[in-house]
DNA sequence: GTCCGCTCTCAGGTATTTCCCTATGCTCTC
DNA sequence: GAGAGCATAGGGAAATACCTGAGAGCGGAC
């Protein structure tokens, strides 16, 4: 039987440490490699192909919920396992939307990840209590998840929101060029087209609005 | 020479893991045990008397600051390290005044953890650098830490707040000039000493430091 | 299959804003 | 009264905003 190829995306280098330390107490498990942002998740999905990803919600440059909306996209046989610190019903229900089958928070993850994992390689989704709650409830009230959804950063493409994201993050629009290798120009396009989606007109509204849609840390 | 004896408090198995599995690269460092409460950990500290402590803010029926707080007053011997993700300035002050000798970012942590520990063992403190600015200014000051910090954003002038708070709530430069009837230049050489004293480079770096000081809503 | 719409990409040009350095009063302290 | 800190501001260089325009790719509609 192949072992079960994990990649660890998460930009805390002792809490990698602490993952791979307890994945690696389990046989035939191994872990293919190791992200510190949410592009080089991306990356490596695409390079090692790995049967089932742990990732992170934030970290720099694009965070975790992007990432997994775009592996999910180009890698739908990947399982991802989100492991998060949020104890948020939204956030919950848009990393389902964003392609997920788990849902762990990193205070139960000691006891939980294991199971976890497990489940999502059997293709069964898996949350920890506390959140299998809140999905049940996203369900019960009828329609897609999606129908019940309709956050306001849905109306940017994932592109903007990366771009809201690096910005938030204090870079400049010549350093966000240089971050996405494209043209500085292309940087002024997008940020005056989320300005004019969003209705604000200046940086400032548009940090607030990333900070309050999680899509960075204040 | 005797191993130096080092206690974990942090409510989170797997960063417990991380943190057991770097330190214990080290020859003659020994984790002596681990804690998951501030009460549990001010127990262990009682009960292990161990060198150094690397303590967690945020865990469950005690945190850390209280934890340091009775520690540094029952074993004043014992050095405390604190292993935050808060990058916020009182905050900062508030464990300080509380006798802890570091202060680690969990992002920083792994670059910089082991270099702490051995530092606060020779009995220096230490702090990353996005920290140690915060510190030494306080410091240099004169006088003790909690004179000069009732409040993090005492370090701003009153004038360069007002500019802060105009700015973080979405208002550019021009607007800022109007509304307290100056010169753009003079919004313009306020801005930079602001920058220049927080040592930021980017109008989303100030954004989010007024919102982690709470000078705005995000 | 073709067309339409959306997205991402980029360019050029001008107006505007910001950055960086320097400098002048003013007040308070030593 | 000398120096430190603060609020004020100017000049020139750099960056950004704001417009128009446009090609390439992609997915859905018909």
Redesign the interface.
Known sequence: MNPVRILIAD?????????R??LETQANWEVAGEAITGRQAVEEAKRLSPDLIIMDISMPEMNGLEATRQICKIAPDTQVLILSIHENEQLVHEVLEAGARGYVL??D???D?IAAVESLCQHKPFFTPKVSEMVLEGYLKGGSVSDNYKSPQNRLTAREREIVQL??????NKEVAESLNISVKTVETHRSHIMEKLN??????L??YA??NHL???
Do not use: F, W
């Open positions: 930009d805390h280098e002792i809490y990698r440490r602490g993952l330390n307890l990193k205070s993850a000691g006891r990840l910005l938030g993050e204090g870079q400049t604000m007109h200046s940086l400032g509204d940090i607030r900070v309050r960075i840390q204040p």
